[in-house]
């Protein structure tokens, strides 16, 4: 059985879906494969996103070749996680769709950006455990 393609949503595509991405590819790729993108991709993934997920787990996001990118670079996907945008996701085909409500961290300090990688890698974890019982079942 394929495993699940999950893709992280959010308008820029630059913080909060990239660091869902690199946390899904650490913590996950065993049961599901991690894409992100965005309404209106910014020109380059927040540096402080890649600065604190280096810090904190040994990711590189650039040296991984993470950039931001349109929804039309996706693959067909199975699950579709809106990180918390305050906007209307697009409707894009999926079996399954949930929204995280986090806040962007941009522009604010060291603090915010490990309070909110260390709630995506939660709420990874609890994804990972949801679709290993799925797929037991």
Same mark, same amino acid.
């Given at each position: 059985m394929?495993? /699940?393609?999950v893709a992280f949503l959010?308008?820029?595509?630059?913080c909060r879906s990239q660091m869902a991405q690199a946390l899904g590819q650490h913590f996950a790729a065993d049961v599901f494969e991690s894409y992100s993108a965005?309404?209106?991709p910014a020109a380059q993934i927040q540096p402080d996103a890649v600065r604190i997920l280096?810090?904190?787990y040994g990711i590189?996001? =650039?040296?991984?070749?993470?950039? /931001?990118? =349109? =929804?039309?670079?996706? +693959? +067909?996907?199975?699950?579709?996680?809106a990180m918390g945008c305050n906007v209307q996701c697009p409707a894009l085909p999926?079996?399954?769709?949930?929204?995280w409500g986090l806040e962007d961290?941009?522009?604010?300090?060291d603090e915010a950006f490990i309070y909110t990688a260390k709630a995506i890698e939660q709420n990874i974890k609890a994804l990972r455990?949801? =679709?290993?019982?799925d797929m037991q079942a």
């Open positions: 394929a495993k /699940p393609k959010c308008v820029h595509n630059a965005g309404t209106a280096r810090a904190l590189d996001m =650039l040296r991984d070749g993470q950039t /931001p990118k =349109l =929804l039309a670079a996706l +693959p +067909p996907v199975d699950i579709v996680v999926c079996r399954r769709r949930m929204d961290p941009t522009g604010k300090g455990a949801a =679709l290993s019982a």
